[in-house]
């Protein structure tokens, strides 16, 4: 822990992607930056970088590259002529590799915060009033105050729990503990089938858990174009996944070294007997005790700050950001770039950021990734459209490297060809969509995209041929 200072130009509560960047663009603009958060890892040091990357994507990505490995060793190496025998999976050696990645990844962050001398407190962190913040040591040391004319709150969000399912971490866990378990469950059940609950289905299916998701509502993905969530619960059910939808659980518990799940859904009441349960079903804004009373910081009924259009909150000098406010949705991304924005707003440069374009990206494999609208809405408020649609199974560089599931769909304005949203299912869909945005920031139309030329035999083509598609012009669609 830093040495307490008394007073600063910018105070940071929380260093998840939103917290941790602002502190370092606010002292790249030469503010004195103290930043604030109390992630303790599994060894009882301080590991920055919030969910995101201790128990969230990065620690997610890291298992499912593991997991995606011996998958492939176990069933897909025979049709590249290789025979491999005796395989054998450590998975405590698999997580200390995930975890190894996320100190690498904490570590980095601290290496930034020194260089750019930010004073980094190892504690919990509260708002006192429009000016003070005190730190409460995660040692026990006494607690301190901090002052600084400008607060940001960024102290992101935490699991929803289910009263249906309460956590105890040994048979019912939270997503947390399901990326750090050390035995492979033989039947394992998720409660969500949402971006983290696939996530977590996609892991333990391929280190080879029978996986079944229990999903409330009706229907799959519904946030995502119904033809790419279509495609992907084809995809994921061709896989092994169990999805059951409009199954709602109404108990969860232990009995006799297994986990009795009762649920509903539109045919009855069911059963299942698991090894393990996680529960999945969203996330909440961690804003519980951020602040003291008199500090009149204005919350909603669910736990979200209300900001403005600057991320002010309702206490002069004080910001909330990422997964603390309803702008924008819950994304690691989201929470970077309103750290950036608001630590160049209180150094009196002002670069809004555009939220119609704020990518998706759920890291399944195959990837899912959006950006823009989605076919459903567009049809809701009676825009007419045009589409393009070009599947991986004609590029030839999927052909050649057995990443053939999925499809790419651009949707165009009818009249003016402005393309309004991109959607994509496939190998590598996270780094596909960064060009789509690039387009849609710069106002591209569907033409635009066809006459761009891309590097040929790539995964990227598939861009290039659905543009193409809007015209009926796609080259490599028999």
């Not at 298992?63 to 049709?79: N, P, Q, T, V």
């Not at 962190?125 to 607060?151: C, F, R, Y």
């Not at 910001?319 to 929470?335: F, Q």
């Not at 003016?416 to 994509?424: E, F, N, P, S, V």
Request: glycine content about 8%.
């Amino acid at each position: 822990m830093s040495k307490p200072e008394s007073t600063y130009d910018v105070i940071v509560v929380g260093a998840g992607p939103a917290g941790y960047v602002a502190a370092i663009r606010a002292a790249q603009l030469g503010l004195k930056t103290a930043c604030v958060d109390h992630w303790t890892n599994i060894n009882g040091d301080p590991s920055l970088g919030g969910t995101y990357i201790n128990a969230g994507c990065v620690s997610s990505m890291a298992l499912l590259e593991s997991a995606k490995i011996y998958d492939l060793m176990r069933h897909g190496l025979a049709d590249h002529g290789i025979s491999v025998e005796n395989i054998k999976l450590d998975l405590p050696k698999m997580i200390d590799r995930k975890n190894e990645k996320i100190a690498r990844l904490s570590r980095q962050i601290l290496n930034v915060f020194a260089e750019k001398k930010i004073n980094y407190y190892h504690g919990q962190g509260k708002l006192l009033n429009a000016d003070q913040v005190s730190v409460t040591p995660a040692d026990g040391a006494k607690p301190i105050k901090l002052n600084a004319p400008n607060i940001i709150l960024a102290t992101g969000s935490t699991s929803i729990d289910l009263p249906c399912a309460p956590i105890d971490n040994e048979f019912i866990v939270d997503t947390t503990y399901a990326l750090n378990m050390t035995s492979i469950p033989k039947r394992l059940g998720i409660i969500g089938s949402g971006v983290i609950g696939l996530e977590l289905a996609g892991i333990w299916n391929r280190l080879g858990s029978e996986v079944i998701l229990l999903e409330a509502q009706e229907s799959f993905l519904p946030n995502v174009d119904h033809q790419i969530a279509a495609e992907a619960y084809k995809i994921y059910s061709n896989q092994g996944l169990d999805l059951r939808l409009g199954a709602r659980v109404t108990s969860a518990k232990k009995n006799n070294n297994k986990v009795v799940v009762d649920y509903q859904n539109p045919e009855g009441s069911h059963t299942l007997r698991l090894d393990k349960l996680i529960v999945a079903t969203g996330r909440k804004p961690n804003s519980e005790n951020i602040a003291a009373p008199e500090a009149e910081l204005l919350l909603d009924e669910n736990g979200y700050i209300h900001v403005d259009e600057n991320c002010c909150t309702t206490v002069p000098g004080v910001y909330a950001i990422g997964d603390l406010t309803l702008l924008g949705p819950m994304l690691a991304h989201k929470g970077l770039e309103e750290g950036v924005f608001v630590a160049e707003h209180i150094a009196n440069q002002h670069n809004p950021i555009n939220y119609n374009i704020m990518p998706s990206v759920i890291y399944t494999d195959p990837e899912i990734a959006w950006v823009g609208q989605t076919e459903q809405a567009l049809q809701a408020i009676g825009q007419k459209y045009r589409t393009g649609t070009f599947t991986l199974k004609s590029n030839g560089r999927a052909e050649s490297i057995d990443k053939t599931e999925g499809l790419v769909k651009i949707i165009t304005h009818a009249e003016t060809d402005l393309i309004l949203g991109i959607h994509i299912i496939g190998a590598n869909a996270s780094e596909l969509i960064a060009e789509a945005v690039l387009a849609m920031e710069f106002s591209a139309s569907g033409e635009d995209l066809a006459r761009t030329i891309h590097a040929h035999p790539t995964i990227s083509e598939v861009l290039h041929e659905a543009a193409l598609a809007i015209e009926n012009r796609s080259l490599h669609l028999p």
